[in-house]
């Protein structure tokens, strides 16, 4: 979360608060209703002000773009054997008498449709690390011109586009990522 | 989309089990070799058990992937008990561990020593050896697969996703433990089948090695015709899925619809043979 | 039509960490002496040794950035070829191997399908694309929610049995650039390349079929490396797409000029 964003929270607490408060000089409640409208307001406006704060649209040259909501990105390892596995099975274990976990089923969804959030895809430069692939970058700005760079710490890639200009050379590579 | 179709990977991980024979009748000659049965089965599984280690090198200063857990669980003799039983026929710093996961199997051989090539050239190799080659005592096959079978059927519960365990039995004899524990060789051999995962049931392959040079039959699609125990063992089997009827046939196998997992009087490479197309799990290979 | 917009979606096997990601993907705009835009993808066998660093060789040489990019033609596709396997064997990286490793660099090597692609005439007459491909990565011109040219050819059903690509061994090169086919298209302002390793390619050829409005307005639609693996994730839970590194490489053209820049976070 970044200072701005902290700020904006507690900001909307405190509104939210304020506005209970006020709220309450309108009706005669007991002391527990109104420490529940305090709250509740409270945490609404927490919540309010979350969902505006992670739908990011940092400006960018003439546009704003979405941000699907970010996934984990480090993939789970399966814990080896070794580690989980007694090795040493009873000899009168009766196995093939337990009932065996039901394999699980898997439901799949259809394909979602994109969300176009303000802006037209088909009309946009996706920027991606030119040396390693990655989408991860920080970026400054200077009316046409861009300078970027590759937040990936095992690459840190830094380069510059002008707007209108093709997009450099781009080679993914995975194994400068780790 | 149809089974035994998921590939391996670090997060769905294989499975391949190795039971192996060690009674008394191992230690007869294989044919021409002038080695025992006993020494050409560790050959063929430290073979494979390298092969597979090879396949999962993928890089430099990369480790081996941890592709399979992998278990050998010998039957008859006994090394680490004395007597006749069934144990894990690991040696070394991984002697009497169940399902060994790859890199570690890598990491962990008993020996690094000359080994005769699998295929009688006169050559020899230094190669890594996981298994001895040990015979005595009977053939409790039963009890082989009640051992195995506890693990197999933890290791399925724990990998849902992953590719079905592959539990490969090479044997030179008969069973003498059936009825183990109340239940026959077909029993248990049905309850080791119908351990699951999302992807299919447990796989049984059978492999019947013979001291004599005799025809060798590989996944027959009919019982007609074998010598025992092929009927019984036939029965035993699985039926090939798909992706290794495909690695058979690419190793120039006629497979015919209905194959099973089984292997009769089969020579020292075909043994590697058929234990590297079944223990090849479906691949894109690219 | 002047414009192309391209991005690189890619994702390993589910299971794998980022660096084990084994297809390889690049693009590069013309270099301004005749060469139109190049784009490449390519797939590393996973029983190989030294997939990724051959994959990812083939791609950036095809694109000019390692040594002189090929001309679209079997000779100097030959010479290309032989001069990377040089270049991936020498790899100094290779100075650390272990005896394993060293073993199997030397007896199985490695072998990645590869297709490539280069726009050509973008500002004149006749706009085109002009292709190569070894096996079955798949190059799909769509127009509209149509798709206008598939390139190689191959059926849903019929992927994984082709066996072509390009080697790291010098004994079956020749004979595998025998086997290399070339295609090309006409090209219109709004039309979209994508270019997709096997198992992406394989689900598209299938979901091309079911609904191709819903598939190409998603494609299309796809701006966040999030997206695309969220989208992965989906069809491989629902056993529509095999567990495989999957990479998508998207090219659009436009004769106007881009107005947004999406800066992903």
Known sequence: MTTRNAIVLALTAVCAAVGGLIGLQTWDLDFWRSVTVVVVGALLGVL?????????RRPVTRTHHPTPAVAEREPVFAQAASSSEPETKPANRTWWAEAPAPPATTTATKPQEPLRQGYDVDRAVVAQCPRCGDFRLDLKQDGESCAF???NPNCGHRWEWRAGTPWPTTVVRRNLTG | MENYRQSVSRADPGCVVILLDRSDSMKLAWGRTGASLADGAALAVNNILLDMCIKATTEVNAPVRHYFDVGIFSYGARVGEAGEGVE???GGALAGRGLVPLPELAEHPMA???EPSIDLMPVSARMPVWVDPVHGHRTPMCQAIAVAGAHVFDWAAAHPDSFPPIVVNI???MVTDSPYDGATLQDWARRLTSIETNDGATLFFNVFLSPFEVTEIVFPSDPGGLPPPGPDLFALSSPLPRPMVDNARVDGYDVRPGARGLAFNVGRSTLLRVLQIGTRVPDRVR | MSHTRQVLFYAPKHGNTEAEWEDGAAAAPADGAGRGPRFAVADGATQGFGSARWAQQLVAGFVGDQGTAPELTADALHRWAADMQDRWRDDPRLAGATD???????TVGSFATFLGCELRDLTGPRPRWTAVALGDAVLFHVRGHRVVAQFPPIPADEFGSNPDGLPT?????????????????????GDLLYLATDAFAQWVAAADL????????????????????????????????????????????????????????
């Open chain 1, 48 to 56: 309010l002000a979350f969902g505006v704060l992670t739908t990011d």
């Open chain 1, 149 to 151: 760079h590759c937040r």
């Open chain 2, 88 to 90: 894990s026929a690991f």
């Open chain 2, 112 to 114: 690094v020593r000359e």
């Open chain 2, 171 to 173: 044997t030179d004899g």
């Open chain 3, 100 to 106: 394993l490793q060293r073993l199997k660099q030397a």
């Open chain 3, 169 to 189: 061994g010098a004994a079956g090169l020749a004979e595998m650039i025998g086997r290399a086919s070339f295609a090309e298209g006409d090209l219109a302002d």
């Open chain 3, 210 to 265: 079911r609904d191709r409005r819903a598939l190409w307005t998603t494609l299309a639609g796809l701006d966040h490396p999030e997206a695309f693996r969220a989208l992965v994730a989906d069809r491989r839970a629902a056993r529509e797409m095999v567990n495989d590194d999957v990479t998508l490489l998207r090219v659009r053209l436009d004769r106007r000029p881009a107005e947004h820049l999406v800066v992903c976070l």
